[in-house]
């Protein structure tokens, strides 16, 4: 269920995470939001965005810069940690 491109076809996708997520008894996450976290997860842990873009080849700055927002609580503790 691929591509001509070599990409897996996005019904492909989801039927697959459904299963991960069915043997791994997680509900309410999507490919998206396992997408996200993994971003977010780069970010926090290099803080690179140049990391974040290649790992999730992203093309342009706009979809990636989306993993250097800080939260309030994340501020508050790099402020904190003086």
């Known amino acids: 269920m691929a591509h001509s491109t070599g990409r ?3 019904l492909a996708i989801n039927e697959i995470w459904k299963g991960v997520c069915r043997s791994a008894q997680v509900e309410g996450k999507t490919p998206h939001s396992a997408r996200h976290a993994m971003g977010q997860h780069i970010m926090a842990k290099t803080g690179s965005i140049a990391a974040v873009q290649r790992q999730l080849g992203q093309r342009h700055a706009a979809y990636f ?4 927002r800080v939260s309030d ?3 508050a503790k790099v402020l904190d940690d003086r």
């Open 8 to 10: 897996f076809a996005v």
């Open 65 to 68: 810069m989306q993993y250097a």
């Open 73 to 75: 609580q994340q501020l």
